[in-house]
């Protein structure tokens, strides 16, 4: 595994990557197709925050998905003991997942299990005119669109989407429907439940 460190306005030090290298080793035992492991170090300058002004981010990248982590301390080291865990209890949870899926007792799968119960989305196209926006010259306030990204993408299930979602650690994944052939959003809810929005035109 390639291991890549770097700081954003933070000097690394030999000593902290060599530190970095031996933590992200235990990762290897359940995941030998990590091909990189991207560390961040973030110090946040408002000395409000000397509680958690250290971050160190994680990134993952597999021959399957990526799969991210992030945590804040008052050092990096504790920052990174964090991080490092969480990323383990992820690898972890991915290696029990595969090896549920593909023994004799696969479960229902989340689709199976919620078909019935997804509601039907909202619209979400409006159009400029049914809002209040003044479009006639150019607008410099908050609220613009500052990064666009593009990915590439393989049809999957809504189970696959829900298993790169919490990989990744976001609260929701954009994803092609591989039941459908639509562009469908799993996300989060309260507790431990999901919902699934789907384009209809």
């Known amino acids: 595994m390639e291991i890549v460190v770097r700081g954003r306005n933070v000097e690394v030090p030999d000593h902290y990557r060599q530190h970095v290298a031996e933590k992200l080793a235990r990762i290897e035992r359940y995941d030998d197709r990590i091909l990189r492991a991207d560390v961040e170090l973030l110090h946040e300058k408002n000395p409000r925050q000397s509680e958690i002004c250290q971050r160190v981010e994680i990134t993952c990248r597999t021959r399957g ?23 383990e209890r992820k690898f972890r949870q991915a290696a029990d997942r595969r090896r549920v899926h593909h ?9 199976a299990a919620t078909g019935a119960l997804v509601e039907p989305p909202p619209s979400v196209g409006v159009a400029l005119a049914e809002l209040d926006v003044d479009d006639s010259g150019p607008y410099d306030g908050p609220g613009q669109v500052v990064r666009e990204k593009e990915h590439p993408a393989k049809p999957m299930t809504i189970d696959q989407a829900l298993f790169e979602m919490e990989l990744v650690g976001h609260d929701f994944f954009l994803f092609a429907d591989a039941d459908s052939g639509r562009a469908s959003v799993v996300y989060r809810r309260k507790g431990y439940d999901y919902g699934v929005i789907r384009l209809v035109e």
Do not use: N
Not at 65 to 87: G, H, I, M, Q, T
Not at 103 to 111: C, D, E, F, L
């Open 103 to 111: 023994g004799r007792h696969t479960p229902k799968s989340v689709a």
């Open 65 to 87: 998905p990526v799969v991210r982590a992030e945590a804040c301390a008052a050092d990096f080291y504790k920052a990174l003991d964090s991080a490092v865990d969480r990323l």
